[in-house]
């Protein structure tokens, strides 16, 4: 488990940290939660992936969820706002309503629409992120490469706008050279430790 402050490496056969943090840890991944309201039966059985490997599709969104859920709190931590200094899920339309950018270059000429996990906005830029977690590979990912290369081009051709893109996963070990490809002309592609090491805090510096 990782925080904004540190990471945990539990062991469930021979325990390696506190009660209290082994109930922290079943707070934050809300185990709790799941055994309380008979979500899960069996935690044992849940813990190696026998009922979570049932529901490919859910296991996917609630890790997408915890990604945007841990980026976030990093922007809070790099001292931006809320509704104030970032907003949460932003159509193009609604970015051009309230900055008036014009970004025809990504929504080609008003016939696409797009939705960005966060925008911060700071005296200088403007920063449109997407955020995603690979748990494993697949097709899946060497798709989502090959469109944020796209994106990030198309991105670059727009002043005052910059792409960021917060990918972290053991499955692009399947696919790191489309990663590759994508880092050599996207160089705001961050990964979690990057987001530990405060890359975000130099944002409002730009």
Do not use: C
Not at 42 to 67: F, W
């Amino acid at each position: 488990m990782t925080d904004t402050d540190r990471e945990y490496r539990f062991s469930f056969t021979k325990p390696n940290y506190s009660l209290n943090d082994y109930k922290k840890f079943m707070r934050k991944t809300k185990l709790f939660h799941m055994l309380e309201h008979h979500i899960i039966n069996n935690l044992i059985d849940y813990a190696t992936g026998i009922e979570t490997g049932l529901d490919s599709n859910a296991r996917k969104n609630r890790g997408g969820h915890l990604m945007e859920n841990l980026v976030e709190s990093f922007i809070k931590k790099a001292g931006f706002e809320r509704d104030v200094h970032y907003f949460k899920e932003m159509y193009i339309h609604e970015i051009h309503e309230k900055w008036h950018i014009n970004l025809s270059a990504i929504s080609h000429q008003g016939k696409m629409e797009k939705r960005f996990d966060f925008v911060i906005k700071t005296e200088q830029q403007l920063y449109a992120i997407e955020t995603n977690f690979y748990a494993s590979g697949g097709s899946k990912l060497n798709e989502t490469s090959r469109s944020y290369k796209t994106l990030a081009q198309e991105i670059d051709t727009i002043n005052g706008l910059t792409f960021i893109w917060v990918t972290d996963g053991l499955g692009w070990r399947s696919a790191k050279n489309n990663l590759e490809e994508t880092f050599d002309i996207l160089n705001t592609l961050y990964n979690i430790k990057d987001l530990e090491n405060g890359v975000l805090n130099t944002l409002s510096h730009r």
